[in-house]
């Protein structure tokens, strides 16, 4: 099993930027797809990126021009960069990691281990 720890949340104005950190412990980083989803208050968790084992990013349309994913396997750490923050991406944002040997999409129920989640909020 793999254990997974966000870091890097916080309050952001409008515009700004943030890096989002993800650490995992507890096996080969490299056999997992990892991704990002976020969950704001009273809505449904929703995807945000993935980056395959091999390291091929993969968006949302919502988000496509504002992140970037990217993962380090000597660090077994993934990253979410987001750019040009506004007050719709405050949310509670959760790194996943799936184990499945095929390909992996985008629904959060292709993911079997989750991060505890970190606070991103955006005042405009």
């Known amino acids: 099993q793999v254990q997974l720890v966000e870091s890097g949340g916080g309050l952001v104005q409008a515009g700004g930027s943030l890096r989002l950190s993800c650490a995992a412990s507890g096996d080969t980083f490299s056999r997992y797809v990892m991704a990002w989803f976020r969950q704001a208050p009273g809505q449904a968790r929703e995807f945000v990126a993935l980056?395959?084992?091999?390291?091929?990013?993969y968006y949302a349309d919502s988000v496509k021009a504002r992140r970037t994913i990217s993962r380090d396997n000597a660090k077994n750490t993934v990253y979410l960069q987001m750019d040009s923050l506004n007050s719709e991406d405050t949310a509670v944002y959760y790194c996943?990691?799936?184990?499945?040997?095929?390909?992996?999409?985008?629904?959060?129920?292709?993911?079997?281990?989750w991060g505890r989640g970190t606070q991103v909020t955006v005042s405009s």
């Open positions: 996943a990691a799936s184990s499945a040997p095929a390909a992996v999409g985008t629904s959060r129920y292709n993911y079997n281990y």
């Open positions: 980056i395959s084992r091999s390291g091929t990013p």
